[in-house]
């Protein structure tokens, strides 16, 4: 019997919020952790998520946590695509006459879900980073 709600869903909540949320420069901690699980309805607690993130490792996401202070801090360590290889995939898209606009727009939509949301804040469906880096 589950011990909490939405079990089934905790380590792919876990996995998504992880991905999405961290990065090189941005950690995470296990009370942020536990909140962000909270907006998915998932319950857990502390010593369950501790296994649940050694155990990311088996769907190949490796997580690192550093002592800072008196807490841990989280983060991916590793990604399908770093930031520059997505920036290629976008340009060379972009660039392409052979795809169209529309498939243009779901392809990058696809490919900003491999990164941080950090990675991508202040872009337009269009880019993968901000205008100004473009040039």
């Given at each position: 019997?589950?011990?909490g709600?939405?079990q089934k869903?905790?380590l792919?909540?876990l996995a998504?919020?992880?991905?999405e949320?961290?990065?090189?420069?941005?950690?995470?901690?296990?009370?942020?952790i536990m909140e962000?699980?909270?907006?998915?309805?998932?319950?857990?607690d502390?010593?369950?998520?501790y296994?649940?993130?050694?155990?990311?490792s088996?769907?190949?996401?490796?997580?690192e946590?550093e002592?800072?202070?008196?807490r841990?801090h989280y983060?991916?360590?590793?990604?399908?695509?770093?930031?520059p290889?997505?920036?290629?995939?976008?340009d060379?898209?972009?660039?392409s006459?052979?795809?169209t606009?529309?498939?243009?727009?779901?392809l990058i939509?696809?490919?900003?879900?491999w990164?941080?949301n950090?990675?991508?804040r202040?872009?337009?469906?269009r880019c993968?980073?901000?205008?100004?880096l473009?040039q």
């Amino acid at each position: 019997m589950p011990k909490g709600t939405n079990q089934k869903l905790k380590l792919y909540r876990l996995a998504q919020i992880m991905l999405e949320n961290t990065d090189d420069e941005h950690y995470i901690t296990m009370p942020e952790i536990m909140e962000e699980l909270g907006k998915y309805e998932v319950t857990a607690d502390r010593k369950t998520i501790y296994a649940d993130l050694r155990d990311l490792s088996v769907l190949g996401i490796e997580v690192e946590g550093e002592p800072i202070g008196n807490r841990y801090h989280y983060r991916v360590v590793n990604r399908p695509f770093e930031l520059p290889e997505l920036k290629l995939l976008v340009d060379s898209i972009q660039s392409s006459k052979f795809i169209t606009e529309k498939k243009t727009n779901t392809l990058i939509k696809s490919w900003k879900s491999w990164s941080a949301n950090t990675m991508h804040r202040g872009c337009s469906d269009r880019c993968m980073y901000p205008e100004e880096l473009r040039q």
